[in-house]
């Protein structure tokens, strides 16, 4: 598949080659390139394009990228960048303190999904062509991370000013390794080499091209088809499709991804789930072992605590509640309902199978407990989260479980009860995030996100299941793409290149 060009970088790398690089994946992005609207869910197809101030390590501290370096002032009250000096944008114009400044503004103004670590930004101050300082309310540890993501990438300012919004969502002007080429939506996005990249002698390839294919069966066909070289996807809905193609003999590399659970509407005083002892009786009656030996295909890992052993924030003092489907009748009983409940469960089908859903719903019925799903759409989803549900759970992927743990608990299960209201948050919820946001010392951090283990598992807070895999299947040929090894979305499209 593979072009036989060669790439004048590599001339004495003779096994290396150009070609372009063929990617399936899921979702296609609404939004590639105005800044604060680019989708969270999708800019790992803007990566070739558009670069973030940051990247991080495997625990979600930031790296230099963009921004070289940074410091934080005795008042924690901003964080001044130090910019990385030559880089272009693809229309030539100047990366510089100006342009941060005005992609970080869109950012504030419509902070994309809410990020609290976006939200504590005040202002922004240009001290220099190459320095720009942060004003913040508080200091967060998210920030420099987050600004690895989605709400951190550059798009050339000249770019808005010249054109549009409406433009800007079919177009994207950045930094990275690879120059938007064209989008043909519900279909393909397409990149090519841009020789004037700042990392000399980078990108190795020609250019990238993304197929969006929302039928898993489809993409797995088309993967094996040989029509593309990678294949993106996640586990928690089609693990069996990764072992399938794992069985074929291609390469198959996956990272935990997400953490799956039960969120009861605990604040909810007439619904059964106020009681603890019925929160606590969930967790004995499902069998999650056995669930994620038979629909998780070994991409999925059961959960007696909120993280796997080896996990940051795993707690070694937490012992888990495992499965006793009469110690859950028991605690039902003592709560009032030795009859047992009926309940809806609104599920996000985004994530979640219905085969998942079914196989939660039997093993609650054997102590008593009906569970009526509803699986819900993206959109209708989201509503669900911020306005409440009433007298059940929801079934959904609460958070990543890679990266700033802390973060992501702030994001979805915020304090102030703004996602997710129907939840209760134990007491010290809030003010252990902050503790663990606070710091950027690792261990220090460890200490504080293991206590929200320990705090979600003593209040029976929500109900911890599995965490699942996101997967990439690579055909031969494929090298230093960077997949699984920091997240679901990072990688390294700049240092990827193929073989013959």
């Known amino acids: 598949m593979a072009s036989t060009r060669r790439n004048p970088a590599l001339t004495q790398a003779k096994s290396r080659y150009g070609g372009v690089l063929k990617i399936i994946f899921p979702i296609e992005p609404k939004n590639i390139g105005y800044p604060g609207k680019i989708d ?44 990385r000096e030559g880089v272009k944008f693809h229309d030539e114009t100047d990366f510089n303190a100006e342009a941060v400044k005005f ?27 190459y320095t720009v300082r942060i004003n913040l309310v508080r200091y967060s540890n998210a920030l420099l991370a987050d600004l690895s993501t989605f709400a951190g990438l550059m798009v050339s300012p000249l770019s808005i000013i010249k054109h549009s919004e409406e433009w800007a969502r079919e177009h994207a002007v950045g930094t990275g390794p690879f120059v938007f080429d064209s989008l043909q939506r519900g279909d393909l996005l397409k990149f090519k080499r841009f020789d004037g990249y700042w990392q000399k002698g980078k990108p190795y390839l020609d250019g990238i091209e993304f197929r969006f294919i929302n039928d898993a069966n489809k993409a797995k066909e088309t993967f094996l088809d040989g029509e593309a070289h990678l294949y993106h ?62 629909l998780g295909y070994g991409y999925w890992v059961a959960l007696e605590q909120s993280f796997p052993q080896g996990h940051l924030a795993y707690n070694p003092n937490v012992k888990g509640r495992q499965y006793n489907p009469d110690k859950a009748r028991k605690l039902l009983a003592e709560a009032g309902y030795s009859k047992g409940f009926t309940i809806k469960v609104p599920v996000e089908g985004k994530s979640i199978s219905e085969d998942e859903m079914h196989s939660i719903q039997r093993y609650l019925k054997e102590v008593g407990i009906i569970a009526e799903p509803l699986f819900l759409t993206p959109d209708e989803y989201g509503k669900m989260k911020n306005e409440g549900w009433e007298n059940g759970f929801t079934l959904t992927t ?5 990266g700033n743990i802390a973060g992501h608990f702030e994001r979805e299960l915020r304090p102030n009860y703004s996602t997710y209201i129907s939840m209760r948050r134990a007491d010290e919820w809030g003010d252990t995030i902050l503790k663990a946001t606070a710091t950027d010392n690792l261990e220090i951090h460890k200490k504080y996100v293991q206590k929200l283990t320990k705090i979600i598992y003593d209040d029976a807070m929500f109900v911890p299941l599995f965490v699942t895999s996101v ?20 990688w390294t499209p700049e240092n990827a290149w193929l073989s013959e």
């Open 233 to 294: 996807f996640f586990a928690s809905k089609y693990a069996k499709n990764a072992r399938a193609i794992a069985s074929k003999g291609y390469e198959v590399v996956s990272l935990y991804c997400g953490l799956v659970g039960l969120l009861p509407d605990s604040n909810n005083l007439d619904s059964p789930f106020s009681d603890k002892r019925v929160r606590e009786a969930l967790e004995y009656a499902i069998d999650r072992p056995a669930i994620a030996k038979e």
């Open 471 to 490: 997967v990439v299947a690579k055909r031969g040929g494929v090298h230093n793409d960077g997949n699984c090894l920091v997240s679901r979305m990072h």
């Open 103 to 129: 992609n970080l503004d869109m950012v504030r103004v419509y902070r994309p999904q809410n990020l609290p670590s976006l939200e504590i930004m005040t202002s922004i101050n240009v001290i220099d062509t």
């Open 398 to 402: 609460i958070i990543p479980v890679h």
């Open 40 to 83: 969270r869910n999708t800019w790992y197809s803007m990566h070739p394009c558009l670069e973030g101030l940051t990247r991080i390590d495997e625990y979600g501290r930031p790296l230099p990228h963009l921004a070289t370096g940074w410091t934080v002032s005795r008042d924690r009250k901003s964080i001044t960048l130090t910019l």
